[in-house]
């Protein structure tokens, strides 16, 4: 199957810092990738599509301005947490779509697990 | 917003025992997948059931699909200790075909 990485996949951060979480596809383009968040015992939640090549869309509840998304190449994806604050504490989890014919395939990263102190 | 909801939200069985996830959906899906998920760890990918198939197997899982209903269930069979995990159902949006939505989640304990 194809793999997808994130980096890092863990930090601790001091509050008020931004921090820069990659998503990257390894052996196939991906024009579009998404962000989840999940919360401990707690099911992902979808934050945002992120296009290659054009602005991320955002799903209802999450600012844009707070979790800033680029997607400049076909195999990267960066989600920048900015100004983090302690409830921003999450693990976070990219996957990248790969058109198979008529149906979705979706690879997931193995996920970035942020403190924010 | 998420898509579905599982039943039960936890679930604790002897080793060797069967068990079984229910997964309720609310729009029309292309397909439905299932995944697991260890405590902290990335999601393993179960398997992928499309919407015109009513069963699918895979070695110890058995899926069925029911799109009348908007529901699916997943069967582990012969329960071992390494199946302790978080188990999640996932549809895709007929009117976005790449966006997956995943359900709040089953809390799978074997018990030795």
């Known amino acids: 199957g194809a793999v997808v990485s994130q980096h890092p996949s863990r930090v601790i951060c001091k509050s008020g810092t931004s921090v820069k979480i990659e998503c990257r596809s390894l052996?196939?383009?991906?024009?579009?990738m998404f962000w989840y968040r999940q919360f401990p015992k707690k099911s992902l939640m979808l934050m945002a599509t992120?296009?290659?090549?054009?602005?991320?869309?955002?799903e209802q509840g999450v600012e844009k301005d707070k979790f800033l998304i680029n997607h400049a190449s076909l195999t990267l994806s960066t989600l920048t947490v900015t100004s983090a604050h302690p409830e921003d504490s999450s693990f976070y989890i990219c996957?990248?779509?790969?058109?198979?014919?008529?149906?979705?395939?979706?690879?997931f990263g193995p996920g970035t697990r942020l403190t924010v102190l | 917003s998420q898509q579905g909801e599982e039943d039960p939200q936890a679930l604790s069985i002897q080793e060797g025992e069967n068990a079984t996830m229910n997964c309720s959906y609310k729009?029309?899906?292309?397909?439905l997948q299932w995944y697991r998920q260890n405590s902290g760890r990335g999601l393993v990918h179960l398997i992928l059931i499309r919407s015109n198939e009513r069963e699918k197997h895979s070695g110890r899982l058995r899926v069925t699909l029911d799109t009348s209903k908007k529901s699916s269930s997943l069967l582990i069979t012969a329960s071992r200790a390494a199946d302790t995990a978080s188990y999640f159902c996932a549809t895709d949006a007929y009117s976005s075909a790449s966006k997956i939505i995943f359900g709040s989640g089953t809390r799978l304990s074997i018990r030795p």
């Open positions: 996957s990248a779509h790969r058109l198979a014919g008529a149906y979705n395939e979706q690879f």
């Open positions: 992120s296009n290659e090549g054009s602005k991320a869309t955002y």
């Open positions: 052996d196939f383009q991906a024009t579009t």
């Open positions: 729009t029309s899906i292309n397909n």
